[in-house]
Nanobody, 122 residues
Framework: QVQLVESGGGLVQAGDSLRLSCAAS????????MGWFRQAPGKEREFVAAVSRSGRIPAYSDSVKGRFTISRDNAKNAVYLQMNSLKPEDTAVYYCAAASTTNRDYASYDYWGQGTQVTVSS
């Protein structure tokens, strides 16, 4: 299996930026599509962004498109989420996940990190 560890979360003000990182173990990282999901208190986990195995094909939810950018560096076994123009509604625990194909469905992701907290104050 693959193990994923997120980092980079924190407390910021509205309009600020954060860059989340996800480090993967093993030598099979490039064989997985990668995604970011988030879960706010009292809400279901929702799709944020995903990227193909090669890193050439990204996908975003409408709520973050234009503000967030997903990328990956297969040589470093890492995936990133650059978050700009943060809003209070972005407050959530952010999770990194790995899947066989690039998609928006949380049920299709086989491996998950422990999550990192992002809090955006107004």
């Amino acid at each position: 299996q693959v193990q994923l560890v997120e980092s980079g979360g924190g407390l910021v003000q509205a309009g600020d930026s954060l860059r989340l990182s996800c480090a993967a173990s093993g030598r099979t990282f490039s064989g997985y599509a990668m995604g970011w999901f988030r879960q706010a208190p009292g809400k279901e986990r929702e799709f944020v962004a995903a990227v193909s195995r090669s890193g050439r094909i990204p996908a975003y939810s409408d709520s973050v498109k234009g503000r967030f950018t997903i990328s990956r560096d297969n040589a470093k076994n890492a995936v990133y989420l650059q978050m700009n123009s943060l809003k209070p509604e972005d407050t959530a625990v952010y999770y990194c996940a790995a899947a066989s194909t690039t998609n928006r469905d949380y049920a299709s992701y086989d491996y998950w990190g422990q999550g990192t907290q992002v809090t955006v104050s107004s």
